[in-house]
């Protein structure tokens, strides 16, 4: 599986992004898909998962009830919607594919594939 992110910005405090994750390969749906995040000079973090047919999502604390996680199978794609953003958002985020089913699947390391990162900047 080949992952491609998009969507990336500078936005302010308070604003949305919409981040998207286009997977390559006809096995999209053997996957259970995740959103991570890195931000300078920190480990890459966990924000949030989806299990394989999008009815399950589970999300980070620092990141529930303002991100949403969502798929469409049909297009081979995952997305992350960012609302009340803050400065601590800042960080590039990567899309990242893992073979187990487990929705709680927060390492990295569980992680097969993994795409190129977006860069999301929250200006205060």
């Known amino acids: 599986v080949q992952l491609q992110a998009s969507g990336g910005g500078l936005v302010q405090a308070g604003g949305s992004l919409r981040l998207s994750c286009a997977a390559s390969g006809r096995t999209f749906t053997s996957y259970t898909m995740g959103w991570f995040r890195q931000a300078p000079g920190k480990e890459r973090e966990f924000v949030g998962s989806?299990?394989?047919?999008?009815?399950?999502?589970y999300y980070a604390d620092s990141v529930k009830g303002r991100f949403t996680i969502s798929r469409d199978n049909a297009k081979n794609e995952v997305y992350l919607q960012m609302n009340s953003l803050e400065p601590e958002d800042t960080a590039v985020y990567y899309c990242?594919?893992?073979?187990?089913?487990?929705?709680?699947?927060?390492?990295?390391?569980?992680?097969?594939?993994w795409g190129q990162g977006t860069q999301v900047t929250v200006s205060s």
């Open positions: 989806i299990s394989r047919n999008g009815g399950s999502t």
């Open positions: 990242a594919a893992s073979p187990l089913a487990a929705l709680r699947t927060t390492t990295v390391a569980l992680y097969t594939y």
